[in-house]
């Protein structure tokens, strides 16, 4: 089973400022990382998938990278609707696999 | 529009069992696989399991293999979880998922299991 470890817990950051997460996985999956948000009270929403593609529809303010075991999320020039938890998760192999959660809070 | 409503949530008895439904609309139900994703109380999420297209291939998460079950009606367009020997561990709000690839592309609202007596 491949672990998720995603990281900071939190954050709390200014509006306009630049968001970073950090997931790292236990075994090399590729680029097979995906990401998501989950905003109060509301289903997850995909935001970027498999090959650090954005989903259609979502800003390009949200971007991704990495390959193999170290993968980062971003957010450039973070506004208040993007307050949330944000979630990655492996789909190299099964079971499929998230990361603990990164809440953002702004300021 | 891709739409998945679940049902079937609520309040049941530790060691009973439930069963959790999916309806879906706006695609091709029939020729994707489908999931199903578990939150609980300010908790996490956790791939419960996953069905392919004709239901030959069903996989799970290890720790909940023997409890849980899977299945799908594409005549109905409707996904299934039966959930047993349940403990209040598995309360939670319980996401079924459109996949794309490995990617959970479209969710429910989610319904809400709470194990309680």
């Known amino acids: 089973e491949t672990t998720v470890t995603q990281s900071p817990a939190s954050l709390s950051m200014a509006v306009g400022e630049k968001v970073s997460i950090s997931c790292k996985t236990s075994?090399?999956?590729?680029?097979?990382m995906n990401w998501y948000q989950q905003k109060s009270g509301e289903a997850p929403k995909l935001l970027i998938s498999e090959g650090n593609t954005l989903r259609p529809g979502v800003p390009s303010r949200f971007s991704s990278s990495g390959y193999g075991t170290d993968f980062v999320f971003t957010i450039n020039n973070v506004l208040l609707g993007d307050e949330g938890i944000y979630y990655c998760q492996q789909s190299d192999n099964v079971p499929l696999t998230f990361g603990a959660g990164t809440k953002l809070e702004l300021k | 529009e891709v739409k998945l409503v679940e049902s079937g949530g609520g309040l049941v008895q530790p060691g009973r069992s439930l069963k959790l439904s999916c309806a879906a609309s706006g695609f091709s139900f029939n020729d994707y696989w489908m999931g199903w994703v578990r939150q609980a109380p300010g908790k996490g999420l956790e791939w419960i399991g996953e069905?392919?297209?004709?239901?030959?291939?069903?996989n799970y998460t290890p720790s909940l293999k023997d409890k849980f079950t899977i299945s799908r009606d594409n005549a109905q367009n409707t996904l299934y979880l039966q959930m047993s020997k349940l403990g209040s561990e598995d309360t939670a709000i319980y996401y079924c998922?459109?996949?794309?690839?490995?990617?959970?592309?479209?969710w429910g609202q989610g319904t809400l299991v709470t194990v309680s007596s």
């Open positions: 075994t090399d999956i590729d680029d097979d």
């Open positions: 069905i392919n297209q004709d239901s030959s291939t069903i």
């Open positions: 998922a459109k996949y794309y690839g490995y990617t959970f592309a479209y």
